[in-house]
């Protein structure tokens, strides 16, 4: 967790004490001023970069951050915790804490702040506020004890999350889960289907909600973490720290698709659709994937029309799926051509073609199905998902595949 004098810097506007323990506890035996004013230099020009990375971080997370006295008073914001509130930040400067809460929270908020003062320990928890003009949203809180310098308690600060989206999420699947009853009477055929889809809201609901926060707090953690290790010697153990820092990044972003992957399948496809230009957005997913050297990459635009209609980000995550897939199917490389076409319907079509290890005539007609991988990381949701999106714009998506000869992905649109 961040140390609180560091957030209590944040919030001053003051250095964060990121201190070199090696640093700190050795002392210049040389009595040379030169070299004392060349080492006090260095540290502070130390400081002052890793003030700015810490600042950056405060000021561009979407998290509310703010920090309040022991009265209660509001030390400092962030621009994101205004913005939630609707606020301007010397707004915010003259309202106490219960001018923003619900009066059944208040009993709640003293119970929290001290037991996180007797404790010394942080606190999540969930609670609403009430916006400037007036109407409620939930939010997601954790909250730590703020110290001075001297490690003198001088009140709280939290992070605060706004997690309207969850909440509507799950009141939705907790309501459509009172009415399975009367779905499986209406519609027998179906109960195998609707219980699997009602268990994935369920997972995506509590995933959400659940490891959004821990993942939050692990990045915010590795990132100060990362900076005070900058400042240390190039050594054997500064690169292997360096190397753990990469694994788990990793890690987190891999867990971040999963909980990303099971929202994007329970939600509704909303569409904004806007003309997209075929060859731009090919290059763009091409940017974006990692291909790896052994396998070598084709673009055929066969008179294609420069534009269709489209949701930009969606087609896009689609084709990034495609691709991504198409790339870990020739672990020994291979080829993969991505080719754009427009029949005589004006119909346009676009395939991801790879000449990798194919797909399994027992496993084709499972391919489209959630919660159905053959990978030994993945949940099943990304060509679930891909279906849902195409079929949305009024398209199909189809695959053709030899095993052992590779696999040919091709979405079609509808003519614009």
């Known amino acids: 967790m961040p140390t609180t004098e560091t957030a209590h810097a944040a919030a001053k506007n003051q250095k964060p004490p990121f201190k070199n323990s090696k640093r700190t506890n050795q002392q210049d035996s040389t009595p040379n001023s030169t070299n004392n004013h060349d080492h006090n230099k260095n540290a502070q ?3 002052i970069s890793a003030e700015k990375r810490y600042r950056r971080l405060y000021q561009t997370t979407k998290d509310g951050i703010m920090a309040r006295d022991l009265e209660g008073k509001m030390i400092d914001c962030n621009q994101a915790y205004a913005k939630m509130l609707g606020y301007t930040k010397n707004e915010l400067k003259n309202l106490s804490i219960k001018q923003l809460l619900p009066r059944k929270y208040h009993e709640q908020r003293e119970k929290i702040v001290n037991k996180v003062l007797q404790t010394g320990r942080s606190i999540v928890f969930e609670r609403e506020y009430r916006r400037k003009d007036h109407t409620i ?14 490690g003198n308690v001088i009140g709280i600060w939290s992070i605060v999350r706004d997690i309207s989206v969850q909440t509507r999420l799950q009141k939705s699947l907790e309501k459509h889960a009172g009415n399975l009853e009367k779905i499986v009477e209406e519609r027998t055929k179906q109960l195998k289907d609707t219980e699997r889809l009602a268990a994935i809201g369920q997972t995506a609901a509590m995933v959400g909600h659940d490891l959004r926060n821990p993942l939050q707090t692990l990045l915010g953690e590795l990132y100060l973490v990362k900076s005070e290790v900058e400042d240390l010697a190039d050594d054997e153990a500064k690169l292997n720290l360096k190397e753990s820092f990469r694994v788990i990044e990793d890690q987190i972003a891999y867990m971040d698709k999963i909980v990303s992957d099971l929202q994007a399948f329970v939600q509704p496809v909303s569409l904004e659709k806007k003309p997209v230009e075929l060859q731009a957005l090919l290059n763009n997913v091409l940017s974006t994937v990692v291909v790896p050297p052994n396998i ?3 673009i055929n635009n066969h008179n294609i029309v420069p534009t269709i209609n489209a949701d930009p980000q969606l087609i896009k995550r689609v084709l990034i799926n495609l691709v991504t897939n198409a790339v870990q199917a020739m672990p020994k490389g291979g080829t993969l051509t991505l080719t754009a076409k427009i029949n005589s319907a004006r119909h346009v079509s676009i395939s991801v073609e790879d000449t990798g290890v194919g797909i399994g005539e027992k496993i084709k007609g499972q391919i489209f199905t959630p919660l159905f991988t053959t990978k030994p990381r ?3 949701f990304g060509l679930a998902v891909c279906k849902r999106v195409i079929e949305a714009h009024g398209g199909t998506i189809s695959f053709e595949s030899q095993e052992g000869k590779g696999t040919t992905f091709t979405v079609k649109f509808p003519a614009n």
């Open 45 to 47: 020009k130390a400081l």
């Open 137 to 150: 949203f939930p939010a997601s809180v954790r909250t730590w004890r703020l110290t001075d310098g001297k």
């Open 296 to 298: 070598s990459v084709q």
């Open 378 to 380: 993945g949940q099943g």
